[in-house]
């Protein structure tokens, strides 16, 4: 299934996903590459390429204190697929993505207060989209991803958000890639999956400690593939949904034990196999 909106959200520390409950629509067209970042109770989606191949740039909220969604100001920026996103003290940044151009390489943040976004400095390399964020402290970070003609990249940039200026850091350690799915758990930002230059799905998987600048390897996700979100809840990291091939789409869930070092499922995903969705969380950090 694809071009189907959906949230998964976890609740204080529990993944609800042992009893999957629909939420109300999303309010705007049906779309798949959609971009999220979370604040609050407040879980924030848009961008993405709609039914009929037309590519976005609207953004809609939706409040998990009362079960609904609004809306709010487009991204006055570009139309794109495949951006992603992070967030640093009250802001939400929304970074790069795939326009009708090419790959982009532009910064933008929303202010929930003022209700603008505001352009802040462009990354200082090659555009990108597909690509891996997540924030440690006041940085927010960015790794791997597709560069224009299609070589996917293995760079990590981090970002300040104090001073707007963007600084390298270690290399993501594996084969260059887009489309990988990360997650957060004490610190420590967990990175898996993803598909090489000829989209071929992978497994392997790796732990980043933005304190050190230091990558480290983990256990393998147990079924390669691409295209599924991941998301940091207590001590775990969960990997939904997904696809291992253009045709083979899934809808299982898999959890990530930092401690143990490995994997286990839980129940599928109650909406159905897919790739190219969002998730989002109430309580805990999100990557």
């Not at 991803?145 to 200026?165: E, K, Q, V």
């Not at 996700?221 to 001590?235: E, N």
Request: proline fraction near 8%; hydrophobic fraction near 40%; charged fraction near 15%.
């Amino acid at each position: 299934m694809r071009g189907v909106p959906f949230i998964f959200v976890f609740w204080g520390g529990v993944a609800v996903g042992q009893a999957w409950t629909q939420l109300p629509d999303f309010p705007g067209t049906p779309r798949d590459d959609a971009a999220q970042f979370s604040r609050g109770t407040s879980i924030y989606v848009g961008t993405g390429y709609e039914v009929g191949w037309v590519l976005t740039n609207d953004w809609y909220r939706f409040n998990i204190a009362i079960n609904t969604w609004d809306t709010i100001p487009a991204m006055p920026a570009a139309p794109r697929q495949y951006a992603t996103a992070f967030v640093v003290g009250n802001f939400g940044y929304v970074f790069g993505g795939l326009g009708s151009g090419g790959p982009l390489g532009d910064l933008w943040h929303f202010n929930p207060i003022l209700n603008i976004w505001i352009q802040e400095s462009s990354l200082p390399d090659a555009p990108r989209y597909a690509a891996c964020s997540f924030t440690s402290g006041n940085w927010g970070f960015v790794t791997t991803g597709m560069l224009d003609g299609g070589s996917p990249t293995n760079t990590t940039w981090a970002y300040d958000a104090a001073s707007d200026t963007w600084a390298p850091r270690a290399a993501f350690p594996g084969v260059p890639r887009h489309r990988a799915m990360s997650f957060g758990i004490d610190g420590l930002v967990y990175v898996t999956g993803g598909a090489d230059s000829a989209f071929n799905a992978l497994a392997d998987g790796w732990v980043y400690d933005p304190g050190v600048d230091l990558w480290s390897p983990i256990a393998p996700i147990p079924q390669p593939r691409y295209g599924a979100d991941g998301i940091g809840v207590g001590q775990k990291g969960y990997v939904i949904g997904g696809a291992s091939s253009a045709s083979v789409f899934h809808d299982d869930v898999w959890r990530y034990d930092p401690v143990t070092d490995a994997w286990s499922t839980l129940d599928a995903f109650g909406g159905g196999p897919r790739r190219g969705g969002v998730i989002g969380g109430y309580g805990s950090p999100i990557n």
